[in-house]
């Protein structure tokens, strides 16, 4: 199997195990005289299960991502790393153009100018660098996920 194979599994897990929560959250209370549509019990014990395999595949995936070498990258864990920094990263920068970039509003002249402390161009530059290599990373982690094999 796949890395990418087991990463659909362990989203799947993951969304079994919210929708359970959903059901048992709506079926743990009923009125008096009536009866709940599930058996909250019932489905507690299936989120258990569930949860139960969630955590095999999140441990061979970890496992996994530890041994796969993907060169100048490092590990794929590293290379994870560096792509959830590289995203708050692009964030930030994005967020800080967008702060800085709009124009202050004044309704009269007399008010006073809003006026910008950053360079929001090469904010807005460093923004687009670092969105090409955040794109360009995942496109290696992605390839990687479907050449190598997941381990026990």
Same mark, same amino acid.
């Given at each position: 199997?796949?890395?990418?194979?087991?990463?659909?599994?362990? /989203?799947? $897990?993951? %969304?079994? &195990?919210?929708? !359970? *929560?959903?059901?048992?959250?709506?079926? +743990?209370?009923?009125?008096? #005289?009536?009866?709940?549509?599930?058996?909250?019990?019932?489905?507690?014990?299936?989120?258990?299960?569930?949860?139960?395999?969630?955590?095999?595949?999140?441990?061979?995936?970890?496992?996994?991502?530890?041994?796969?070498?993907?060169?100048?990258?490092?590990?794929?864990?590293? /290379?994870? $790393?560096? %792509?959830? &920094?590289?995203? !708050? *990263?692009?964030?930030?920068?994005?967020? +800080?153009?967008?702060?800085? #970039?709009?124009?202050?509003?004044?309704?009269?002249?007399?008010?006073?100018?809003?006026?910008?402390?950053?360079?929001?161009?090469?904010?807005?530059?460093?923004?687009?660098?670092?969105?090409?290599?955040?794109?360009?990373?995942?496109?290696?982690?992605?390839?990687?996920?479907?050449?190598?094999?997941?381990?026990?």
């Amino acid at each position: 199997m796949k890395i990418a194979e087991a990463l659909t599994l362990r /989203a799947e $897990a993951q %969304r079994k &195990v919210h929708q !359970l *929560r959903a059901r048992i959250t709506a079926n +743990a209370h009923h009125q008096e #005289g009536t009866e709940p549509t599930e058996d909250a019990a019932e489905l507690l014990a299936e989120a258990e299960g569930v949860l139960d395999e969630l955590e095999v595949w999140i441990t061979r995936i970890n496992r996994t991502n530890a041994a796969v070498d993907l060169g100048a990258d490092g590990t794929m864990t590293d /290379a994870l $790393a560096r %792509r959830d &920094v590289l995203r !708050l *990263r692009h964030g930030l920068l994005v967020g +800080a153009a967008d702060a800085a #970039g709009g124009e202050g509003f004044r309704h009269l002249r007399s008010e006073l100018r809003q006026l910008t402390t950053l360079p929001v161009r090469e904010l807005r530059a460093r923004a687009d660098d670092v969105a090409r290599e955040l794109r360009e990373l995942d496109v290696r982690v992605q390839q990687a996920n479907w050449t190598h094999d997941l381990l026990d």
